[in-house]
């Protein structure tokens, strides 16, 4: 159960950091800001700042994540502190799928993306003994 935990944690982990890039590194470029429905360079160059910001929100998940994932194998009070990083980090992914989900028929698909790994690893951590 806790290796299933890790690895499905770890792709929600990823995606984040993905998410992070596209976000906070690489917005301007025209690729990237299309994914998000954004039309034009002007748009991009408007939203750029809330798009940073919210890049290094998907980061901070991502690190909570992955110190909990690395944790995972501890027994005791670590092993607590553990499933709290990975089943919190994972339920703020969870919310923010749910909530991506309900902007649009268009953003389903990235909600969905964003949703699945996140839920699954949630219940699975949720599941390994303390």
Same mark, same amino acid.
């Given at each position: 159960?806790?290796?299933?935990?890790?690895?499905?944690?770890?792709?929600?982990?990823?995606?984040?950091?993905?998410?992070?890039?596209?976000?906070?590194?690489?917005?301007?470029?025209? !690729?990237?800001?299309?994914?998000? +429905? %954004?039309?034009?360079?002007?748009?991009?160059?408007?939203? @750029?700042?809330? /798009?940073?910001? $919210?890049?290094?929100?998907?980061?901070?998940?991502?690190?909570?994540?992955?110190?909990?994932?690395?944790?995972?194998?501890?027994?005791?009070?670590?092993?607590?502190?553990?499933?709290?990083?990975?089943?919190?980090?994972? !339920?703020?992914?969870?919310?923010? +799928? %749910?909530?991506?989900?309900?902007?649009?028929?268009?953003? @389903?698909?990235? /909600?969905?993306? $964003?949703?699945?790994?996140?839920?699954?690893?949630?219940?699975?951590?949720?599941?390994?003994?303390?």
């Amino acid at each position: 159960m806790v290796i299933a935990a890790q690895l499905v944690a770890a792709l929600a982990a990823l995606l984040h950091i993905v998410f992070f890039l596209f976000e906070s590194v690489f917005w301007t470029r025209p !690729a990237i800001f299309a994914r998000f +429905g %954004i039309g034009s360079q002007q748009e991009a160059d408007t939203i @750029r700042p809330m /798009a940073y910001n $919210q890049g290094f929100y998907n980061l901070a998940l991502a690190v909570g994540v992955i110190v909990g994932i690395a944790m995972l194998e501890t027994h005791g009070g670590s092993l607590i502190v553990a499933k709290t990083l990975v089943i919190f980090g994972t !339920a703020c992914m969870c919310v923010a +799928g %749910i909530v991506l989900a309900t902007t649009g028929r268009s953003y @389903r698909q990235a /909600a969905a993306i $964003q949703f699945v790994p996140a839920v699954v690893a949630l219940i699975l951590a949720s599941l390994v003994p303390a």
